[in-house]
């Protein structure tokens, strides 16, 4: 994508993208400084349509200007909507901040998601039948949080109605109520209530929806709301936003090592390759934060050879079928597959994309789908579909590595979360990781 080598040209859709930084600054908990201009200025900067994002070399100056004597206040490791998302946060805070990506922004996890905005429905209803506040926090934050990123982002960002099939009386008052309760948490972020559909109206919406199949017949659906994104227009969209902002941010520059203090060891800042020119320069910060994704391990490495693991890498694979999978407008959430995995159907950029697994996976740069779970995806569906679903469809696939987090002060691996986990493990190095892409500004905040 060479995201950075065209920032000039994504100049104006930055500063309309930009509106992801208002609620962020809204009521910041820190008092904002003068440094990098006033608040007000920097609002105006990033709203304005002619704005220039700074050259590469103009980025690159900026890091390699920072002394021992003048370092940035913060140093962020990753591209990701982590990553650009703390960029955007602190820079609109009035702080000097450096952000560095070894490839392309969102060239890993962030780009292969199922471009969902979603609270998590089977979130709530592991909260509920595991009595687990962490998972309904999750919920209620994420749903909060969709209706901000949808808000500020409205030409990356929409509401999406999902369909979702039942087989029984049953199922349909339990996914009824169960989806009813998701409309009660959202609060004032619902972007549509729930309804319920009879089986004749939920053909029409949906054609390609089988009424029978396998000794079932189709009851009736109920349809809810989640909001839909272009999840790499967006990580772009925030490091435009944060460049604009007064941040200098550079791809494709990878962290070699960490620049440490003489006498108390703890970390100043770090040594840093640009992967296109070959130079070699040191960025001075007063605090590093590691926003990796799933390679955090790997810089946490760099700074203290015996850290102990926090990353529980978990493979989501895709892939991408013809647009008469799925009508325009309407996706379909197969709720429970035969190992008890929700497998989601969307229409997606005149096309139908199809997922996700959830399975153990190693940390690799260029993560493969495996032939067994693109079959167990085609499967999955296939039991609610009335067309024949074949392998030769698939047009694409991919995977995504998630970076679950497990709380490296933990005793046991049970406290792996999809919520985010924040730590500083090493003096000067802060780790976040974990989370999800709904809720990005919260862990960045």
């Known amino acids: 994508m060479a995201a950075f080598i065209r920032l000039r040209r994504l100049g104006a859709v930055a500063a309309v993208a930009g509106g992801s ?3 962020i600054v809204s009521n910041p908990p820190i008092a904002f400084s003068d440094r990098g201009g006033t608040l007000t200025d920097i609002k105006q900067k990033i709203a304005d349509p002619f704005a220039i994002v700074p050259s590469r070399a103009v980025q690159e100056s900026a890091l390699i200007g920072s002394s ?3 370092p940035l206040d913060i140093l962020v490791v990753g591209g990701g909507a982590t990553g650009c998302g703390v960029a955007l946060d602190a820079a609109t805070r009035g702080l000097r901040v450096g952000l560095v990506e070894r490839e ?10 199922t471009k969902l905005i979603h609270g998590g429905v089977r979130y709530l209803e592991k909260a509920f039948f595991n009595l687990d506040y962490g998972q309904l926090k999750l919920v209620f934050h994420a749903l909060a949080e969709r209706k901000q990123l ?3 982002a409205p030409h990356l960002c929409h509401a999406l109605p999902c369909m979702t099939p039942c087989f029984s009386w049953f199922e349909l008052v339990y996914y009824w109520a169960g989806l009813k309760v998701y409309d009660l948490i959202a609060g004032r972020g619902l972007l549509h209530l729930s309804r319920y559909y ?7 919406l949906f054609p390609t929806l089988a009424r029978k199949g396998k000794d079932r ?6 349809v809810y709301y989640d909001g839909q994104m272009n999840d790499s227009r967006v990580n772009v969209a925030l490091a435009c936003t944060a460049a604009l902002a007064g941040a200098a941010v550079l791809n494709h520059a990878e962290v070699v090592s960490f620049l440490r203090d003489e006498g108390t060891g703890r970390i100043i800042g770090a040594r840093i390759r640009n992967q296109l020119s070959g130079n070699v320069f040191d960025t001075y910060a007063k605090v590093v934060v590691n926003a990796a994704g799933p390679f955090c391990d790997s810089v946490r490495k760099m700074a203290d050879k015996e850290a102990k693991q926090m990353i529980c890498p978990s493979s989501g694979v895709h892939i991408v079928l013809p647009d008469y999978y799925s009508p325009e407008g309407m996706g379909l959430i197969v709720p429970k597959t035969k190992d008890g995995r929700v497998i989601f159907m969307l229409p997606w950029l005149g096309c139908t994309v199809a997922g996700t697994t959830d399975s153990n996976t190693d940390i690799t740069m260029l993560p493969e789908p ?3 779970e693109i079959e167990f995806i ?6 609610y579909l009335n067309v024949k679903v074949r392998r030769t469809d698939v047009l694409s696939a991919w995977s995504g590595i998630r970076p679950l987090a497990l709380d490296p002060r933990a005793k046991s691996t049970e406290s792996t979360s999809r919520d985010h986990i924040v730590c500083e493990d090493f003096p000067g190095l802060v780790t976040i990781t974990g989370g999800k892409w709904t809720t990005y500004r919260r862990g960045c905040s």
Do not use: C, K, M
Not at 104 to 113: E, M, N, P, Q, V
Not at 217 to 222: A, E, F, K, N, R
């Open 21 to 23: 930084y208002f609620t």
């Open 68 to 70: 021992a004597a003048n």
């Open 104 to 113: 392309d922004f969102a060239s890993g996890t962030s780009s292969r998601s």
């Open 150 to 152: 949808i808000d500020n």
């Open 198 to 204: 009879s089986a004749q109206e939920s053909v029409e």
């Open 217 to 222: 017949s189709l009851t009736g659906t109920v």
């Open 370 to 372: 495996h032939e067994d």
């Open 378 to 383: 085609l499967d999955a569906i296939s039991d």
